[in-house]
């Protein structure tokens, strides 16, 4: 049965902050370097580095969208 889950989020003012933080880029970049490299990653390394694309994706369509909003409310001015 599908389940929805609300979560609530403080949105940065600054659209820069719509990334991966530090640590967790480095980690991403640790996962694909080690993948890049030629060595196999675990199961669970290609799920959090799957995951962690997802994020990223997710930040940056969210990053995009905010910005197109915004200079459409500048335009209804």
Do not use: H, Y
């Not at 962690?52 to 905010?66: G, I, K, M, P």
Request: glycine share 6%.
């Amino acid at each position: 049965m599908p389940q929805t889950v609300a979560i609530r989020v403080q949105m940065p003012d600054d659209l820069a902050e719509f990334r991966l933080p530090p640590g967790v880029n480095a980690r991403l970049q640790e996962l694909l370097d080690k993948q890049d490299s030629g060595r196999r990653l675990t199961v669970a390394e290609r799920l959090e580095a799957e995951g962690l694309v997802n994020l990223a994706e997710f930040l940056t369509l969210l990053r995009l969208r905010t910005e197109r909003l915004g200079k459409a409310g500048t335009k209804q001015r």
